[in-house]
């Protein structure tokens, strides 16, 4: 017999109804009957209980605390249990299947002739400019360009580039140029390293001589770029010293 | 009387003994030459515009032009000897002699004495020693020292001339042609080219640590020297062909022909 009558007080009321009647229930603005039956539910479904009992101490702590200034409490507070309970089932339902997409012109795009210009204008502008940086950067490692300028003979152009970050500096190709090259040169004076002890005198001797000779250079034309960043001719001459020694390397590790 | 003229003789051949004797034992011992050295020789019959691509490891590489269809490969070989294997593909004749002697460190030098019909293309390169190219009127002529060695073109008359070395001299005597273009770099060393005294060509030649470069008769007012002379750019004539020139620790000097 409790069995049943169990049955039936549950049945009467579901979790659906009981949550969306919670925050009414909450506030005191409910019937009497609605009321028991919410109150039956509460006692014999554990998920609703523990729902009712967080949005108490939601509603207790607002209307409790002092830091919380009261004009920012709303004044229909049915409204915002409302707004709540629309929240939670939203989490709780599925999500309704998507519609498909329509075109962007239907979502209010509805541009004039002036704006739709304006667009394409900035569209050609902006790729015009990603095309200029990446043609620059293709052909940065040639020695004779961008890597080996200063900032004295940059273009207006490429200035502003370089002021929003969207190319290198002068100074910064050429350091990252000196960095390729070197990785280059530790490479291949490694094999040289492995080779060398098979080399006669001769060539040893050229080969250091050489050697020696390439690196009084790179030494001279650094400390003339550290003095004078803007040197071109000077950052010119470093890049193909580098590359002399790079070749004498590669040259001498196929002995 | 007897016993003097006795003494005499016997000091005498006792003397010339000894000398035959230290004669034969230095002889003996003393390395010979023509005996160290190996000799290759070969002839190839040579198409038109035939190209010789040589890469030498040492020794001198001599290559000169000739009225005959066919190239000439004259090689000597010092000891140990290395490995010489001329290959002809499509026109082309192949010598590596690192590639031939890849993983043998100690050998001789080898001295090449190359003969191709004037119009062949030449390019050739060492790691150490000299270089030297006359009579070609090919369409290119290269060479290049990785290090050590002088280069010596003479009587060249090629639309492409490109000559490279590391610590050595360079000299070219030969035409400027019509779009043509020129290159000599060098890092130590004198580069001195003698060009005819009608040539016309732009130029770039950079001397950055001596600042020597001496444009004889071709200096004219459309010369501009720049980074506190340390390059000179310009034109000569109508500027029809490019000579670029770079020394990083020597000087440049153009001799009117």
Same mark, same amino acid.
């Given at each position: 017999m409790v069995r049943l009558e169990f049955d039936l007080l549950f049945e009467e009321m579901n979790c659906e109804e009981c949550q969306e009647h919670i925050s009414q229930y909450l506030d005191g603005e409910i019937e009497v009957e609605l009321s028991s039956n919410i109150r039956t539910h509460l006692s014999v479904c554990a998920e609703c209980a523990k729902l009712y009992e967080d949005f108490s101490v939601i509603l207790e702590s607002c209307r409790d605390?002092? $830091?919380? /200034?009261?004009? $920012?409490? /709303?004044?229909?507070s049915q409204a915002l249990w409302c707004r709540i309970n629309n929240l939670i089932e939203s989490e709780i339902k599925p999500e309704p299947p998507e519609e498909p997409k329509k075109g962007?012109?239907?979502?209010?795009?509805?541009?004039t002739f002036s704006q739709a210009g304006a667009a394409v204008i900035a569209v050609a502008l902006i790729s015009s400019l990603l095309t200029i940086v990446g043609i620059r950067n293709y052909f940065?490692?040639?020695?004779?360009?961008f890597t080996s300028r200063s900032s004295a003979s940059q273009t207006t152009f490429e200035k502003v580039l370089s002021k929003i970050g969207l190319a290198d500096t002068p100074q910064q190709a050429r350091e990252r140029r000196i960095r390729e090259q070197q990785a280059a040169i530790d490479y291949w004076t490694k094999r040289v390293q492995e080779r060398?002890?098979?080399?006669d005198v001769k060539m040893r001797d050229a080969f250091d001589r050489n050697l020696h000779l390439i690196d009084e250079s790179v030494s001279e034309y650094t400390i003339i770029l550290q003095e004078n960043p803007d040197d071109d001719l000077t950052g010119e001459m470093l890049d193909t010293v580098l590359n002399d020694k790079m070749d004498l390397l590669r040259e001498f590790s196929d002995l | 009387m007897a016993l003097v003229l006795k003494n005499r003789l016997c000091s005498y051949f006792t003397g010339k003994t000894t000398i035959l004797l230290l004669l034969s034992v230095v002889f003996f011992f003393a390395p010979s030459e023509t005996a160290a050295q190996r000799r290759f020789s070969k002839t190839y019959p040579a198409t038109r515009n035939v190209r010789l691509t040589l890469t030498n490891r040492s020794g001198t590489v001599t290559v000169e032009g000739w009225n005959r269809s066919e190239v000439q490969i004259q090689a000597y070989l010092e000891a140990p000897a290395a490995s010489i294997n001329p290959q002809v593909l499509n026109g082309t004749i192949l010598i590596n002699m690192v590639k031939d002697n890849?993983?043998?460190?100690d050998l001789g030098s080898v001295n090449f004495t190359i003969r191709v019909p004037f119009d062949a293309a030449v390019d050739i390169e060492t790691k150490v020693g000299n270089l030297n190219v006359s009579n070609i009127r090919g369409t290119l002529v290269r060479a290049k020292i990785s290090s050590d060695g002088d280069i010596t073109l003479t009587n060249i008359s090629a639309q492409w001339v490109a000559a490279e070395n590391g610590i050595g001299n360079i000299f070219f005597d030969g035409d400027i042609q019509s779009g043509g273009t020129y290159r000599f770099t060098s890092m130590s060393g004198d580069i001195n080219l003698r060009v005819p005294f009608n040539s016309s060509f732009k130029l770039i030649a950079t001397?950055?640590?001596?600042?020597?470069?001496n444009l004889g008769?071709?200096?004219?007012?459309?010369m501009r020297f720049v980074g506190d002379g340390r390059r000179v750019t310009g034109q000569v004539g109508d500027g029809s062909s490019y000579i670029t020139v770079t020394n990083q620790r020597g000087t440049i000097a153009f001799i009117r022909r």
């Open positions: 605390t002092n $830091i919380i /200034p009261s004009e $920012i409490v /709303p004044p229909n962007w012109l239907s979502h209010g795009w509805n541009l940065a490692p040639s020695g004779e360009d060398r002890g098979q080399w | 890849y993983g043998r460190g001397a950055p640590s001596t600042r020597s470069i008769s071709f200096s004219n007012g459309n």
